[in-house]
């Protein structure tokens, strides 16, 4: 299984940019998806999780200008983020859990979002 995120770029403060995340592989059905970033010096986070049925949770810090969604169809998931601040400059790495035919979880390269003030 591969994950290829995209979408990151530079950004001025209050921009917005939109981050997408497409599985490839044996890939019959999968679960939980996730964006999680890390900036320089800190720990990974979780922004944001939406599960296959599309129930969704968010980090308070982006709650109200992040949203994910998700294609099943497509085995791709997006981050649509708004209202960009200096602080979401980070590392943004997109993670799912394939159910079949094989259980694991997987982890894209990820792609690096910039925002400037």
């Known amino acids: 299984v591969q994950l290829q995120a995209s979408g990151g770029g530079l950004v001025q403060a209050g921009g917005s940019l939109k981050l997408s995340c497409s599985a490839s592989?044996?890939?019959?059905?999968?679960?939980?998806m996730n964006w999680y970033r890390q900036a320089p010096g800190k720990q990974r986070e979780l922004v944001a999780g939406i599960t296959r049925s599309g129930s969704t949770n968010y980090a308070d810090s982006v709650n109200g200008r992040f949203t994910i969604s998700r294609d099943n169809a497509k085995n791709t998931f997006y981050l649509q983020m708004n209202s960009l601040k200096p602080e979401d400059t980070a590392l943004y790495l997109c993670?799912?859990?394939?159910?079949?035919?094989?259980?694991?979880?997987?982890w894209g390269m990820g792609t690096l979002v910039t925002v400037s003030s």
């Open positions: 592989g044996r890939i019959f059905r999968v679960g939980a």
């Open positions: 993670n799912l859990d394939v159910i079949s035919p094989y259980r694991g979880n997987h």
